[in-house]
């Protein structure tokens, strides 16, 4: 543990990690996070100060120059490029002048428009379920139905490599949770086995993600599905990262393996392919009815603006309407590995994420700063977000990269990768 002491050494030297632990006082953690944290602003390896829309190319203010500079984006989340799609934005404007800019109270209250309404059959709809709540974020939508469908006694068991929101709805809930190594189907029979040999008519959900946020890898749905069955537990499914990105017309996960119908529990949220904020659940009608009760993410948080609303509904007419969108993200993620793989570097990808791991002894922030410096935009993952020697880059495609900006990234990857050594 860092003492205090230790404040006038430099703090470059470490890590997240090192700061993630009980603090004697608040002194101690303000006098030792806030340089570090400072100091990782300054390099520009967090929080790095864009000046114009989420695109394909952004402009980021330096720091210390305060010099603005243009980058491509392979660090964005906004897989469709829907955060900035003319349509999108006239649709949200639109909203701004019908409805203001806010409803100033919650969804149970005040906070339930005709668009919020609208929004909530259109999700419904397409998850092919009766009902369908919204949330302010995707973290409210987890922590809202683990806490408000599970009580104590009752079981929740998950991938060990789920989204920190649902960790912290197992903090808040009284329920008890088992995790099971990542994709392992084999130790995910052994824990309902056990489970139901103990509890065999407690409540029991099974959560996984349909992709996963880190490596990109898909969840093997069917064979989680048939073993859920068996043993009497529900199956909620994170769609953070495979909504707008699997499936024929991108509806996600389930639609890739064909089994819309076949999840209890869909979650997922606005903040990726739909390029703004906000979250949902859907489900069978009256689990949506007890959720607008019993979860209280959204019972007692504020709903979302009108205007986001009608832009996420104006975001699925235009995925309708626009599926060579969807083409050419898939397009852009084969060109961006077909390279990469050509020059060296070992990558598994499945979706949208495309992982690249780095060495344990190397830098991460040294090795972020040079790809700014070099103009790409490019968010690395470390511990303990991930495993110490998983440490990684990890590109998010976009629909929206041009072919001119992925040869520019490439022949950044293949500089840097010879100047550290990471070519294998
Ligand atoms: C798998 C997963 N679930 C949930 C969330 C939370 O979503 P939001 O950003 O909408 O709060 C994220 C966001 O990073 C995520 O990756």
């Given amino acids: ?45 967090v929080m790095r100060e864009v000046t114009g829309p989420a695109q394909n190319r952004v402009k980021i203010r330096d720091q210390v120059s305060q010099k603005e500079t243009e980058v491509i984006m392979l660090g964005s989340n906004n897989y469709l490029g829907l955060a900035n799609e003319p349509e999108l934005v006239e649709a949200t404007v639109q909203a701004v002048r019908e409805y203001g ?3 100033g109270g919650p969804p149970l209250l005040n906070g339930t428009t005709t668009l919020h309404r609208k929004l909530e059959k259109k999700i419904a709809e397409k998850k092919k379920c009766g009902d369908a709540m ?33 960790h912290d709805g197992m903090k808040m809930g009284s329920f008890r949770s088992i995790p099971f190594a990542h994709n392992n189907i084999q130790e995910l029979r052994r824990h309902l086995m056990q489970v139901r040999w103990k509890s065999p008519y407690t409540n029991v ?14 969840a093997p749905l069917p064979e989680i599905r048939q073993i859920c069955t068996k043993y009497g537990a529900l199956l909620a499914v994170d769609d953070a990262h495979g909504s707008g990105v699997l499936g024929r017309t991108g509806n996600g996960t389930a ?40 979860a209280r993410s959204y019972m007692f948080s504020a709903s979302l603006p009108p205007s986001i609303v009608a832009g996420v ?54 090795v972020i700063k040079r790809f700014h410096e070099e103009g790409v935009f490019i968010n690395g993952v470390e511990y303990p977000a991930v495993e110490r020697d998983k440490q990684r880059l990890r590109i998010s495609m976009m629909a929206t990269l041009t072919k001119q900006d992925l040869n520019y990234a490439l022949g950044v990857f293949k500089k840097l990768g010879n100047e550290f050594g990471i070519l294998s």
């Fill in 1 to 45: 543990m860092i003492q205090q002491e230790e404040n006038t050494r430099h703090l470059e030297n470490f890590s997240f990690a090192d700061f993630l632990h009980e603090w004697h006082t608040l002194e101690d953690k303000y006098s030792l996070v806030s340089p570090f944290i400072q100091g990782l602003v300054q390099n520009g390896y």
């Fill in 255 to 294: 639609e890739h393996f064909q089994m819309d119908s076949e999840i209890d529990i869909h979650m997922g949220t606005f903040s990726k392919s739909f390029g703004v904020t906000g979250g949902y659940v859907a489900g069978q009608k009256e689990m949506i009815d007890a959720l607008r009760l019993c």
């Fill in 313 to 366: 509904h104006a975001g699925y007419e235009f995925i309708d309407r626009h599926p060579e969108r969807l083409t050419q993200l898939h397009d852009n993620v084969q060109y961006m590995v077909k390279g990469l793989r050509s020059m060296g570097f070992s990558i598994e990808v499945e979706t949208a994420i495309i992982p690249i791991l780095i060495p344990e002894q190397i830098q991460m922030s040294t």
């Fill in 101 to 103: 800019i806010g409803c």
């Fill in 134 to 166: 919204l949330f302010a974020s995707g973290y409210a939508a987890n922590v809202g139905w683990s806490t408000g469908l599970l009580g104590s006694g009752d079981y929740l068991i998950y991938d060990s490599q789920s989204h920190a929101s649902l």
């Fill in 205 to 218: 959900i099974v959560c996984v993600e349909g992709v996963y946020s880190m490596d990109g890898d898909i």
